[in-house]
């Protein structure tokens, strides 16, 4: 267990409550960035790992289902084959000094691709300096999780050309209605401290439909991270082919000791409402604890963004009961200590 510092919780906290602002600042940064995209075959790549590459994960439920473009997301640092001049990378690290995607930053200028970097500074934008290549530069001195709301903002405003109509109007209301919202997830008796509570010390697996299992993957490492605690996420229907048979199966008194945090959205499908229900039947029957947690609005990007900031809350108040400070990461740099962080030169 990390020790408790003093300052570390408001710390995360304070930074937890500019989500909204940043978002918008990310989105007018990217916007002011765009280039004109393509009338067809818009292949969008983006790199990044962990707080970046959660980011531009973020954006993908937004970008797949309500733009012409198709965005994938790559968590290393080898690109597709498939990358070519037709397509567009976006090379986003928050440190600017992420190896894997400096590897895949040299890799997509050798493809011919149309490279955009989203960074702080680092060896990343250096690069892109020297070789021309547009970048999106965000505030430095952030914990990069913490930094998602530019990174999501910036990666949607450059694809913002993509969307049939400007996202401007959407994000502003996004970040108004989430900039309220926090008022209610950062209260002690609040919504996420009442998650937090119902969680305890169980095994948190967090649900959700395929749209929103970026969200998922960001309340667990969310979780992972600022509780200091492990987690699991997963995507509905898909665990109705697989998962759905280990619960099933799964003896009462093993169950007790998890905790499913099923995120739904007011605007799913009728069959997706039906399977929730079906699972969480189960899992009461299997006596795991069951927390639904309704995503507000019926716009995606909106219930997005509020999502973002209740799980951050959800894990900050977690972070209190286990009694760690949310701050630090430790592990993650005892590994870069013991492994470098290896910058690749230039090729010649």
Not at 226 to 237: I, M, Q, S, T, Y
Request: charge should be neutral; aromatic fraction near 6%; hydrophobic fraction near 40%.
């Amino acid at each position: 267990m990390a020790p408790r510092s003093t300052d570390g919780p408001a710390r995360m906290r304070a930074l937890a409550a500019t989500l909204p602002e940043a978002l918008e600042t990310g989105y007018r940064a990217g916007r002011e960035l765009a280039r004109p995209l393509p009338g067809d075959d818009l292949r969008v790549i983006a790199v990044g790992m962990g707080g970046s590459g959660i980011a531009a994960d973020l954006a993908r439920g937004v970008v797949d289902s309500e733009s012409r473009a198709v965005l994938g997301v790559v968590r290393s640092p080898d690109l597709p084959r498939s990358v070519d001049p037709r397509t567009e990378v976006l090379l986003v690290s928050y440190s600017g000094n992420t190896w894997e995607t400096l590897v895949a930053y040299d890799a997509a200028g050798r493809s011919g691709a149309r490279r955009v970097v989203i960074t702080s500074g680092g060896t990343l934008l250096e690069r892109a300096e020297a070789d021309g290549v547009p970048a999106l530069t965000v505030p430095p001195g952030l914990p990069p999780r913490s930094a998602v709301g530019y990174l999501l903002g910036g990666v949607l405003g450059l694809l913002d050309p993509a969307f049939p109509e400007s996202l401007e109007d959407r994000i502003g209301r996004a970040a108004a209605a989430t900039r309220t919202r926090i008022r209610e997830y950062s209260r002690p008796g609040g919504v996420a401290a009442k998650v937090a509570r119902q969680v305890g010390d169980r095994l948190p697996f967090v649900y959700a439909e395929s749209a929103f299992v970026p969200l998922a993957r960001r309340w667990k490492t969310q979780v992972e991270e600022n509780a200091k605690r492990l987690a699991v996420f997963d995507e509905v229907p898909e665990l109705f082919h697989n998962a759905l048979v280990g619960w099933d199966a799964i003896p009462r008194k093993t169950a007790r000791a998890y905790a499913a945090i099923l995120l739904e959205w007011a605007a799913e499908p009728p069959p997706v409402r039906t399977s929730f229900r079906y699972l969480e039947r189960l899992l009461k029957q299997r006596g795991a604890s069951v927390c639904r947690v309704n995503l507000p609005s019926d716009d995606r990007l909106e219930a997005l963004v509020s999502g973002i900031s209740f799980g951050d809350h959800v894990s900050l108040f977690l972070a209190d009961r286990d009694g760690v400070d949310p701050y630090p990461v430790d592990a993650i740099t005892r590994l870069k200590s013991a492994i470098g962080n290896p910058v690749p030169s230039r090729e010649p």
